[in-house]
T-cell receptor, first 117, second 111 residues
Framework: GAVVSQHPSRVICKSGTSVKIECRSL??????MFWYRQFPKKSLMLMAT?????????EQGVEKDKFLINHASLTLSTLTVTSAHPEDSSFYIC?????????????FGQGTRLTVV | SQELEQSPQSLIVQEGKNLTINCTSS?????LYWYKQKYGEGLIFLMM?????EEKSHEKITAKLDEKKQQSSLHITASQPSHAGIYLC???????????FGKGTKLSVKP
């Protein structure tokens, strides 16, 4: 199956700093990538939809100025957590769907465990 | 909005035993996905079901979608420690074409 690479897998940062997470589709092009956040004992929550060449679409309650998304190419989307706070500590995971293919599974990255201290 | 309810929330079984995990949707399912996740890791795709009554198998895991397309079950035969993890069902239902997920079922298999 197609491969989505997410980097880094783990990151620890200090409060107030920014952290960038990358999501790459390695062997396919993806016009759309999704960013999710996973809370303990809760389902994956969609944060935003990243569209190549246009602005991301954020879900209600997600601060777009805090969670900056850039989808600069058909194989790369980045999520930057700005001015991180301890409550931003979580597991973030991206997914991508091959361009032009309907009814296929979404491929997920390995996830990023963010800890803000 | 569509919601997925998974049951049970957690499950502990003895190695070699069979088990079933259920996923019930509040609306008709148009594409039901099963994923497995190990703690702190990404999602591994297991199976996708689309048609009412559809059933798919891979190794010792079988997934079914009911005729009304509102419920799916995942059945593991002769469970092994390697089956341990969190099983998530997902469905196409998000406004952005994204998947929405159940809360997951944590499976532990005792040797």
């Amino acid at each position: 199956g197609a491969v989505v690479s997410q980097h880094p897998s783990r990151v620890i940062c200090k409060s107030g700093t920014s952290v960038k997470i990358e999501c790459r589709s390695l062997d396919f092009q993806a016009t759309t990538m999704f960013w999710y956040r996973q809370f303990p004992k809760k389902s994956l929550m969609l944060m935003a939809t990243s569209n190549e060449g246009s602005k991301a679409t954020y879900e209600q309650g997600v601060e777009k100025d805090k969670f900056l998304i850039n989808h600069a190419s058909l194989t790369l989307s980045t999520l930057t957590v700005t001015s991180a706070h301890p409550e931003d500590s979580s597991f973030y995971i991206c997914s991508a769907r091959p361009r032009g293919v309907k009814n296929t599974e979404a491929f997920f990255g390995q996830g990023t465990r963010l800890t803000v201290v | 909005s569509q919601e997925l309810e998974q049951s049970p929330q957690s499950l502990i079984v003895q190695e070699g035993k069979n088990l079933t995990i259920n996923c019930t949707s509040s609306k008709t399912l148009y594409g039901l996905y099963w994923y497995k996740q190990k703690y702190g890791e990404g999602l591994i795709f297991l199976m996708m079901l689309q048609k009412g009554g559809e059933e798919k198998s891979h190794e010792k895991i079988t997934a079914k979608l009911d005729e009304k397309k509102q419920q799916s079950s995942l059945h593991i035969t002769a469970s092994q420690p390697s089956h341990a993890g969190i099983y998530l069902c997902g469905a196409r239902g998000g406004s952005q074409g994204n998947l929405i997920f159940g809360k997951g079922t944590k499976l532990s298999v005792k040797p």
